[in-house]
C-alpha cells in the first residue's frame, strides 16, 4: 500500500539544523519577493502563451512548409520579415521539431505527438511520485504538472523549449523508474529539439560515468557525435543564407540576469503565467528545497539538472528569453510538491512533533 505522505530527507533532522534551513527558505523567499514587487522585476510581457511572437513565427513557417516549401528557405524569409536578428546562427533554430511537424498533413498531428509525451511523462512521474513522495503528493505534483501539458496541447505546442523540457522531464522520470533505455532516447531526443539540453546531457554522461555505467556513458558519447554532426550540417546550410545587411544582436547572451530573470523563467507554467510574480517568488524556494532534500538516484537526477540551469539563468540569457524557462518547467512543478514535504518535516523538526499528521490528512481529503 502507498503512503499519502513519505517523509523527506529532512525527517528527523536536528532542531538546529532544521532552523537553519528554514531561515534560509525564509531568506530565499523574502528576496524573490523583494525582486516581484520591486523596479528589478523582469517587465517581459509573458502573456498566455510563451514567446507570442516566436508562437506566430512557427505557426507560419509550419503552414509554407506544409505547403510544400523548403524549411530553411521558408526560416530566411519569415525570419528577416519579422525583424529577427539572423546574423548570429544562434537565432537559426535547427529542423527538429518544426521541420517534422511541418512534413505532417496537419499540424495538429504534431500536437498529438508532442501530447502523447508529455503524457508518457506525466505517466512515469506519477508512479515516481507514489514511491517516493506518497498517493497524495503525486496527486497534487500531476495537476501541477498539467500547467505544462496545456501547452503542448494548445497554441504553444510549436515552442521547441517545450518539446525539448518535456523530453528532459520524460528522461529524468525514467531513470526514477529504472528504464535508462529511455530516459537516453528522451535525453537526445530533447537535444535535437533544442541544444538548450545539453547541459542536462551532459550530466547524464557525467553521472553514468562516474557510476562506471560505461556502455550508458558510450552511447552518451555517441549521441553527441551525432548531434555534432547534425548541427554541422544545419551550419551548412544556414552559413550561405545569412547576408552582410542583416539584423544582430547589440547584447551577449551573457546578460548576468540574476535574480529577476530566474524568477521570470520560473513562472513559465500555465498556473503562473498570469498570475502576480510574488506567487512564483513564494514557489520558487519551495521548491528549491524540494529538490535540495531529495538523495534518491531520481531525486538527485532533478535536483542537479534543476540546480544547473537555475546558476546558468543567473548569467545566460536576455529578458526576452524568458520562454527558456520551459526547459526545466515540469521539473519544478515535481519538485514543488516535493517541497511542500520538505517544509512540513522542517516545521515538525523545530516543534519535535512525531508525525506529519495535518499534511498526510489534507492530502488524504485531496485524494478521497
Same mark, same amino acid.
Given at each position: 500500500?502507498?503512503?499519502?505522505?513519505?517523509?523527506?530527507?529532512?525527517?528527523?533532522?536536528?532542531?538546529?539544523? +532544521?532552523?537553519?534551513?528554514?531561515?534560509?527558505?525564509?531568506?530565499?523567499?523574502?528576496?524573490?519577493? @523583494?525582486? #516581484?514587487?520591486?523596479?528589478?522585476?523582469?517587465?517581459?510581457?509573458?502573456?498566455?502563451?510563451?514567446?507570442?511572437?516566436?508562437?506566430?513565427?512557427?505557426? +507560419?513557417?509550419?503552414?509554407?512548409?506544409?505547403?510544400?516549401?523548403?524549411? /530553411?528557405?521558408?526560416?530566411?524569409?519569415?525570419?528577416?520579415?519579422?525583424?529577427?536578428?539572423?546574423?548570429?546562427?544562434?537565432?537559426?533554430?535547427?529542423?527538429?521539431?518544426?521541420?517534422?511537424?511541418?512534413?505532417?498533413?496537419?499540424?495538429?498531428?504534431?500536437?498529438?505527438?508532442?501530447?502523447?509525451?508529455?503524457?508518457?511523462?506525466?505517466?512515469?512521474? /506519477?508512479?515516481?511520485?507514489?514511491?517516493? *513522495?506518497?498517493?497524495?503528493?503525486?496527486?497534487?505534483?500531476?495537476?501541477?504538472?498539467?500547467?505544462? !501539458?496545456?501547452?503542448?496541447?494548445?497554441?504553444?505546442?510549436?515552442? =521547441?523549449?517545450?518539446?525539448?523540457?518535456?523530453?528532459?522531464?520524460? #528522461?529524468?522520470?525514467?531513470?526514477?523508474?529504472?528504464?535508462?533505455?529511455?530516459?537516453?532516447?528522451?535525453?537526445?531526443?530533447?537535444?535535437?529539439?533544442?541544444?538548450?539540453?545539453?547541459?542536462?546531457?551532459?550530466?547524464?554522461?557525467?553521472?553514468? +560515468?562516474?557510476?562506471?555505467?560505461?556502455?550508458?556513458?558510450?552511447?552518451?558519447?555517441?549521441?553527441?557525435?551525432?548531434? +555534432?554532426?547534425?548541427?554541422?550540417? &544545419?551550419?551548412? @546550410?544556414?552559413?550561405? !543564407?545569412?547576408?552582410?545587411?542583416?539584423? =544582430? &544582436? &547589440?547584447?551577449?547572451? *551573457?546578460?548576468?540576469?540574476?535574480?529577476?530573470?530566474?524568477?521570470?523563467?520560473?513562472?513559465?507554467?500555465?498556473?503562473?503565467?498570469?498570475?502576480?510574480?510574488?506567487? =512564483?517568488?513564494?514557489?520558487?524556494?519551495?521548491? *528549491?528545497?524540494?529538490?535540495? #532534500?531529495?538523495?534518491?538516484?531520481?531525486?538527485?537526477?532533478?535536483? *542537479? =539538472?534543476?540546480?544547473?540551469?537555475?546558476?546558468?539563468?543567473?548569467?545566460?540569457?536576455?529578458?526576452?528569453?524568458?520562454? @527558456?524557462? !520551459?526547459?526545466? #518547467?515540469?521539473?519544478?512543478?515535481?519538485?514543488?510538491?516535493?517541497?511542500?514535504?520538505?517544509?512540513?518535516?522542517?516545521?515538525?523538526?523545530?516543534?519535535?512533533?512525531?508525525?506529519?499528521?495535518?499534511?498526510?490528512?489534507?492530502?488524504?481529503?485531496?485524494?478521497?
Amino acid at each position: 500500500m502507498v503512503d499519502f505522505v513519505i517523509p523527506t530527507d529532512y525527517a528527523g533532522a536536528s532542531r538546529n539544523k +532544521a532552523i537553519g534551513v528554514l531561515v534560509i527558505v525564509g531568506l530565499t523567499a523574502v528576496f524573490f519577493l @523583494w525582486i #516581484s514587487l520591486s523596479p528589478l522585476k523582469n517587465e517581459v510581457d509573458r502573456g498566455p502563451n510563451p514567446g507570442p511572437g516566436d508562437v506566430d513565427l512557427y505557426n +507560419a513557417e509550419i503552414k509554407r512548409m506544409q505547403a510544400g516549401e523548403g524549411f /530553411y528557405a521558408v526560416c530566411a524569409e519569415e525570419l528577416r520579415t519579422r525583424g529577427y536578428p539572423t546574423r548570429s546562427v544562434f537565432n537559426w533554430r535547427t529542423p527538429a521539431p518544426l521541420a517534422i511537424v511541418g512534413c505532417l498533413p496537419d499540424a495538429r498531428l504534431g500536437n498529438a505527438l508532442l501530447g502523447v509525451c508529455g503524457l508518457a511523462m506525466a505517466g512515469l512521474a /506519477y508512479g515516481w511520485m507514489c514511491r517516493e *513522495l506518497g498517493r497524495g503528493l503525486a496527486v497534487l505534483g500531476m495537476l501541477a504538472l498539467t500547467g505544462v !501539458l496545456v501547452g503542448a496541447t494548445g497554441e504553444g505546442f510549436v515552442m =521547441t523549449e517545450l518539446w525539448s523540457g518535456v523530453l528532459v522531464a520524460l #528522461s529524468v522520470a525514467a531513470y526514477a523508474q529504472q528504464r535508462p533505455r529511455l530516459g537516453v532516447v528522451a535525453g537526445l531526443a530533447a537535444l535535437f529539439c533544442r541544444e538548450l539540453a545539453a547541459p542536462y546531457c551532459l550530466l547524464c554522461l557525467a553521472m553514468a +560515468a562516474w557510476e562506471r555505467r560505461w556502455r550508458e556513458a558510450a552511447v552518451w558519447l555517441a549521441g553527441f557525435v551525432a548531434y +555534432a554532426a547534425y548541427y554541422a550540417i &544545419h551550419l551548412s @546550410w544556414v552559413l550561405p !543564407l545569412i547576408r552582410p545587411d542583416d539584423l =544582430t &544582436h &547589440h547584447h551577449s547572451w *551573457l546578460a548576468y540576469g540574476g535574480g529577476p530573470f530566474v524568477l521570470s523563467t520560473a513562472q513559465m507554467n500555465a498556473y503562473l503565467l498570469e498570475k502576480p510574480q510574488w506567487l =512564483t517568488a513564494l514557489l520558487l524556494p519551495i521548491a *528549491l528545497v524540494g529538490a535540495a #532534500s531529495w538523495s534518491t538516484p531520481g531525486g538527485t537526477r532533478l535536483g *542537479l =539538472t534543476v540546480a544547473g540551469y537555475a546558476l546558468a539563468f543567473d548569467f545566460v540569457g536576455l529578458p526576452f528569453n524568458v520562454y @527558456w524557462g !520551459l526547459m526545466i #518547467s515540469p521539473l519544478l512543478a515535481i519538485a514543488t510538491v516535493r517541497g511542500i514535504a520538505a517544509i512540513d518535516d522542517l516545521l515538525r523538526a523545530v516543534r519535535r512533533l512525531p508525525r506529519r499528521q495535518i499534511l498526510a490528512g489534507a492530502a488524504s481529503a485531496a485524494v478521497g
